[in-house]
């Protein structure tokens, strides 16, 4: 009979043990947190004092601006969250990018027609800073990082505006259907010359003819490649390389 009290008040001591292990461990997790809580409100009210110290910078340096970016990034927070509230108001940087994303719209759909909705952004770049410069009054100046982070404020309207990675090069595309992995192939094989042709896609990729067919006539559907018959073999050259093979 001894022995069965022993036994169950081990047991409840252990109980008690586990539950004062469990007791200090909540209390130094919510100290840890309060303390965590208490370094970011103070990092986020420094940041503030920085970006009110260098908004000029900010505004008017591409390179700054990037950087800055990516300083509200690592602490979660987003100047671009929205067009109203405390860094619209002080940097404008809401209304910069929604004002850039509409103008990457009109450059875009000024385009479409020629490369099927499939855009180099270094190409993008260039013809924006042309656009911008053209408005009759001083615009500030802008690099690739302004346009991804200006595709981003588009995501809502639901127009398929994304950057995509093919290879080397980053692409953007403003219509919604989707690249298969075929088409990707396809079109990072042409980056080599701006076209593809029946040979060099047998000797790069080993495809079977069905296979190259396909692929080919899924990029004319889509309007992301022409065609030139006029020589001894078809090429199929990509309107969205021209630029880049300047």
Wanted: aromatic content about 8%; proline content about 2%; hydrophobic content about 35%.
């Amino acid at each position: 009979m001894r022995r069965r009290q022993a036994g169950v008040g081990h047991t409840q001591q252990k109980d008690r043990l586990g539950r004062d292990f469990q007791q200090i461990g909540d209390s130094i997790a919510a100290k840890e947190l309060e303390q965590l809580q208490r370094q970011l409100e103070t990092f986020k009210q420094n940041l503030e004092e920085f970006a009110w110290k260098h908004q000029k910078d900010i505004k008017k340096d591409p390179m700054f601006r990037s950087h800055f970016q990516r300083m509200c990034a690592n602490i979660g927070v987003d100047p671009l969250a929205s067009n109203k509230g405390f860094w619209a108001d002080m940097l404008g940087v809401g209304d910069f990018y929604y004002e850039l994303g509409i103008q990457i719209i009109e450059a875009c759909m000024q385009t479409r027609s020629r490369d099927g909705g499939l855009t180099a952004l270094q190409d993008l770049t260039k013809r924006l800073d042309r656009m911008r410069s053209k408005e009759g009054r001083k615009h500030q100046e802008i690099i690739e990082d302004d346009i991804i982070r200006a595709i981003k404020t588009l995501k809502p309207l639901n127009g398929g505006f994304q950057v995509i990675t093919l290879g080397a090069k980053k692409m953007v595309r403003s219509v919604p259907n989707e690249l298969d992995k075929d088409q990707a192939g396809l079109l990072l094989l042409a980056q080599r010359l701006g076209y593809v042709d029946y040979r060099m896609i047998q000797k790069e990729l080993a495809w079977d003819d069905p296979r190259i067919e396909h692929g080919l006539d899924q990029l004319i559907q889509d309007g992301l490649v022409w065609v030139d018959d006029q020589g001894d073999t078809k090429q199929y050259w990509v309107p969205s390389y021209f630029d880049m093979m300047d």
